[in-house]
């Protein structure tokens, strides 16, 4: 694809992933919305998250956190594309989310995207207290490409040994790239993400000269997932992206970690996300209060 082609490609989606916004329901109420600016460094810049207090938890608590990173093929979404499932979580598990609006391909291809998911973990590590998180509980939660940045910022913080991660929720992530697998035979040309999304969204994301199999960006080829932090990945049924999911918990079991993956009977790619349109994604309520329970737990708030 040339770069006009991408630039078309990708404003259609944002156009399109915007328009979905109703289709994700009423919001669920907060306590608090806070509007964050996360000083960032290399380059310097400021990272825009927001910060959603949920009205469940006794007032002057100190809550866990979550770090939510939004999907969107690393090249759409923003803050209020996935508000609806930011806010839910925030209810559900009595915790903070933190829900952070990382730069986009193709004006930001990888890293930029991770770099500003690591830093805002770097940043909660060291200034929880101030929001009225408790930095010894931070977990990390995203869908789609949202997932695999949370577990490449995982494997990223273990790598540095940065800040401690107690768990990771996984929502239909990618993990391989390499689209090889029977969920991509049987779903690739027919449901989302197809195999020409998949291919405009990493023609946007991953410059020339990155390996689209390295770990950072497909968090499958790491050469260990050991000391990793514990993870639930759930998937669809019917998403392309299914067999990868389940193959990256297995990975991360294999290795010592204690991971878990669920397939979703007739779900397709987004069900978590619509979870409040019952008719289209049955099951999508039942999986997002799984994956709640399964960071409640790990929280020790279960």
Not at 123 to 150: F, K, N, Q, V, Y
Not at 180 to 191: M, Q, V
Not at 217 to 236: I, N, Y
């Amino acid at each position: 694809m040339t770069e006009q082609d991408i630039a078309a490609a990708v404003a259609r989606m944002r156009a399109e992933y915007r328009a979905m916004i109703p289709s994700a329901g009423t919001p669920d109420l907060v306590a608090e919305e806070r509007t964050l600016a996360i000083p960032a460094s290399g380059p310097a810049r400021t990272i825009p998250a927001r910060l959603y207090v949920p009205a469940t938890a006794p007032q002057g608590m100190t809550l866990p956190v979550i770090l939510f990173v939004h999907g969107g093929g690393f090249s759409a979404g923003d803050l209020e594309t996935h508000e609806v499932l930011a806010r839910a979580i925030a209810s559900k598990a009595s915790a903070l989310v933190v829900y952070v609006d990382y730069r986009l391909a193709p004006e930001h291809p990888f890293p930029a995207g991770l770099s500003d998911v690591y830093a805002t973990l770097e940043w909660l590590a060291a200034h929880a207290p101030e929001i009225g998180g408790d930095a010894t509980r931070i977990a990390l939660a995203g869908d789609s490409a949202g997932g695999t940045l949370a577990a490449a910022t995982a494997l990223l913080a273990r790598e540095r040994r940065g800040a401690a991660v107690v768990a990771q929720w996984l929502m239909y992530p990618s993990t391989s790239n390499r689209m090889d697998t029977p969920s991509w035979a049987e779903y690739g040309d027919t449901h989302f993400p197809t195999r020409a999304a998949k291919g405009m969204f990493m023609s946007a994301y991953i410059p020339a000269g990155i390996d689209p199999y390295s770990p950072l960006v497909a968090p499958l080829s790491a050469p260990s997932h050991a000391g990793l932090p514990p993870a639930l990945v759930q998937t669809g049924e019917m998403d392309p992206l299914r067999d990868e999911g389940v193959a990256y918990a297995e990975a991360l079991a294999r290795a010592g970690v204690d991971a878990h993956a669920v397939v979703y009977p007739g779900q397709t790619h987004g069900f978590m996300q619509f979870f409040k349109d019952r008719a289209s994604n049955p099951l999508g309520e039942a999986a997002v209060d799984a994956g709640v329970a399964f960071l409640r737990s790990a929280f020790g708030t279960a």
